[in-house]
């Protein structure tokens, strides 16, 4: 110990040995009592000052005290009584020895240190003299001291007589009562005494000062508090837990919560292991699980760097028998503290050898088990190390670790409840979302759906829908809340959607009926209406006049991507969220050069926690703006300019829609005259365009549809009538188009009646049929597969 005070330092003898066995601090002292200068012994083996046996057994406690025969440097024996403390790895390793040189000098009967009278103060107190070196003690002190007799520590100062760097910092504050004459109270948490456990100290220090006013020494009067310290330590670290564990809703991040909040606080090492689930459900029972039980590594944290305590590592199961620590607290359901002090740890462990060997290696002396239990369900067990920390688990240790698990395990039962949901919800989603999106005429599309990484999964969805005259539906929502409700919910909504968009309606028209029915599924809830709300974007894009129509319903507009200009975001009027009812929707139609691309998208991929919307829009159009020439790579640039890349904090759906167009070669439109007897030459001229067309084998069956059509035209409906073909090279459609409203009905006719098998036939001569509403009208129409009749 190097002097700090400019003191004598020759009073006491100091030397350190190294955990090798080598001298590695050489005082002036220790020169003075055995004859050699540092040079002479720094750097060589300690034994070689022993006089008698070279190897004396030092026992492994912190601190030892007793008698050596050490050797002159003129070859004489010397014989003194040493005080050894052993260092912690922190402070270097080893052993710092002293012994003081002037126990036997005579005193000074006048001196004011010596006529205080210490022995019958139930405080320990001491006396340490101007040099600071302890002239004398009562007896409450000598048993802080560990039981030793003040002569023979006399002499010694209070850093040689504690050896370690707390009662360096303590004779700091010594020095500075003795150079100021004011007294100083310190507060200490120190391992003193022959148990080797620490204890917090109160030390209330004053001057000694002789009849002139003149500081003479200090008097040191010591208080163990450590009962208090301790329950404050606890009542701080059960505070600390509250706080540190259960940020997240991960059930790995949780449980390294708790093992990161007992180290070191409570335990050296902590290992949380959970029951694993394929091998145990832990939602059949409330009781014990039944050995031996499958334990998984969750978590675990050490205080040396690599965790080289770890059996175990993170993520990897094992099994545990009921004579396991671990087992037996899951039988029990109850904390089992083993330690070396019981005799219990080997008998313990001695069902897994590697372990065993592995607690031998470190120098564990205690360990302690406590089962993860919340409302009444075992989630696992909390394993708690010391081989470093000296003392065996208390009963008040085991209480604060029981506590501060009981809070870890019910935010792992949350964790693992939102799990199972999110897990639910997200396999719900999937299920209802579109897997594919469908290859039509009139768009190219592609599209991204992102679950929150956070918080429960929403009800965002979107689809592509392929409507009648080889036009198409692009739909994007956002079902306002987040969970199974909310996925449930979606694939209603879009099943509603579906339903709505085969009858053909405007967009205005369909968000309206939509409205309709997320307020009757609000109205049926066992909460009362407005309980859901949602959001909608629905356009309907036509290849042949490349007119779009739009309309929402408290969604955001989309943005558009002209082939030769800037995204631009679509002014669209406001239209009210689904659920409110009572408000009418507005619709815009566009024209969109061919190559267009339309972006549509719900809010969480343009809000963020550190932006606003607007910055997100900015933030899209420039990822648009690098224009690229497939859509997938550009819905992958979308999400890694937008979202972070530790995943969204709300779910975020994208679809990308490049526009086509439909040559006018594709299309032939007649006008269809009122009178029946002209029907043959309109047949006539549909024939000739499919020759034209290369479509002959599909003539036969084109003139049977077209026939039947445009009769029921000209018997139920009322002119003008126009008869359109389209065909894309897989699809022929028949259009015809009259002025009356009254929607057709298919229906079989009796045996007796001479008309009503005109639709039938059409039914089973095509792919598909069905009717549309204009402003001025209906359209009739029936969809061939042109390769099916290839």
């Excluded at 675990?300 to 620590?325: D, F, K, N």
């Excluded at 035209?713 to 389209?726: N, V």
């Amino acid at each position: 110990m190097r002097p700090v005070y400019p003191f004598d330092d020759a009073v006491t003898a100091r030397a350190v040995v190294d955990d090798r066995g080598v001298l590695v601090e050489w005082n002036e002292g220790a020169r003075r009592l055995l004859g050699w200068t540092p040079g002479e012994v720094l750097g060589s083996p300690a034994a070689h000052l022993l006089a008698g046996d070279p190897r004396p057994d030092f026992p492994r406690e912190r601190r030892w005290d007793g008698t050596l025969t050490l050797r002159h440097r003129d070859g004489r024996a010397v014989t003194v009584w040493v005080l050894a403390n052993r260092r912690s790895p922190e402070e270097g390793g080893g052993l710092f020895l002293v012994t003081p040189l002037e126990n036997d000098a005579p005193r000074d009967p006048d001196d004011p240190l010596s006529r205080i009278d210490l022995m019958q103060s139930p405080c320990a107190t001491a006396v340490y003299d101007e040099r600071l070196r302890l002239h004398g003690m009562n007896a409450a002190m000598a048993e802080v001291f560990g039981g030793m007799p003040a002569e023979r520590l006399r002499g010694l100062r209070h850093s040689e007589i504690g050896g370690h760097r707390q009662s360096e910092d303590f004779e700091r504050h010594m020095h500075r009562v003795l150079t100021t004459g004011r007294e100083d109270d310190v507060r200490t948490y120190v391992p003193i005494g022959v148990d080797g456990r620490a204890h917090a100290w109160l030390a209330r220090m004053s001057p000694v000062t002789d009849p002139q006013g003149r500081v003479r020494g200090v008097c040191v009067a010591v208080h163990d508090f450590t009962e208090q310290y301790q329950a404050r330590e606890r009542l701080q670290l059960v505070n600390e837990a509250s706080v540190r564990i259960g940020t997240t809703l991960d059930v790995t991040r949780t449980a390294q919560e708790l093992a990161d909040v007992c180290v070191p606080a409570l335990a050296d090492f902590v290992g949380v292991d959970l029951l694993d689930t394929a091998a145990y459900d832990n939602k059949s029972s409330t009781g014990p699980p039944p050995m031996p039980v499958a334990l998984r590594r969750a978590a675990h944290t050490s205080i040396t760097p690599g965790t080289p305590e770890a059996v175990l590592a993170v993520g990897r199961t094992e099994v545990y028998p009921a004579t396991s620590p671990q087992g037996a607290s899951l039988v029990t359901q109850h904390s089992v503290v083993l330690s070396e002090e019981t005799g219990d740890l080997d008998k313990w462990l001695s069902w897994d050898p590697v372990r065993s060997l592995r607690v031998r290696e470190l120098g564990v002396h205690s360990t302690m088990s406590v089962p993860i239990r919340a409302r009444g369900v075992t989630l696992g067990v909390a394993v708690f190390v010391r081989f470093e920390r000296p003392g065996s688990f208390t009963p008040d240790d085991v209480l604060l670790a029981e506590e501060v698990t009981a809070h870890a395990a019910v935010c792992i039962d949350n964790a693992q409840r939102y799990s199972r949901e999110r897990e639910t919800a997200l396999a719900l989603q999937r299920s209802l979302l579109p897997r594919t999106l469908p290859r039509t005429a009139a768009v190219e599309a592609a599209s991204r759906y992102l679950p929150a990484v956070r918080g429960g999964t929403g009800g965002d969805w979107f689809d592509v829908i392929p409507l009648s005259g080889m036009r198409v539906a692009l739909v994007v929502g956002d079902v306002f809340g987040r969970g199974v409700q909310a996925s449930a919910i979606m694939g209603s909504l879009r099943t509603a959607v579906r339903t709505l968009a085969d009858i053909d309606l405007a967009p205005e028209e369909l968000l309206t009926h939509l409205d309709d029915v997320v307020a009757r599924m609000s109205a049926g809830g066992e909460d009362g209406p407005g309980e859901i709300s949602a959001s909608c974007l629905y356009a309907v894009y036509d290849p042949i006049s490349r007119r779009c129509t739009l309309a929402r319903a408290g969604h955001p507009s989309p943005v558009l991507l002209p082939p030769d200009g800037p995204p631009r975001r679509v002014e669209l009027p406001w239209g009210p969220p689904l659920g409110v009812g009572g408000l009418p929707f507005e619709s815009v139609e566009l024209v969109l050069p061919e190559d267009s691309v339309l972006a549509f998208f719900t809010d969480g991929l343009l809000e963020g926690r550190e932006r606003d919307v607007d910055t997100g829009h900015r933030l899209l159009c420039e990822a648009l703006a690098a224009r690229s020439g497939s859509l997938e790579e550009t819905c992958d640039h979308i999400l890694r300019t937008l979202l972070p890349a530790d995943g969204a904090y709300d779910d975020a759906a994208l679809l990308l829609a490049r526009t086509r167009g439909l040559p006018s070669s594709q299309v032939a439109t007649w006008e269809v005259p009122t009178d029946p007897s002209l029907v043959a030459p309109v047949r006539r001229q549909v024939v000739e365009q499919l020759g034209v067309w290369g479509l002959d084998e599909a003539a036969f069956t084109t003139e049977l549809v077209v026939s039947e059509l445009v009769t029921n035209a000209l018997r139920y409906g009322t002119p003008p009538i126009r008869l359109r073909l389209i065909h894309n090279g897989t699809h022929l459609i028949c259009e015809v188009y009259d002025t009356t409203h009254a929607a057709p009905h298919l229906r079989r006719a009796k045996t007796w009646d001479e008309g009503g098998r005109g639709l039938l036939l059409v039914a089973q001569l095509t792919r598909r049929w069905g009717s549309r509403q204009t402003t001025e009208g209906k359209t009739i129409w029936a969809e061939l597969s042109l390769r099916d009749e290839g």
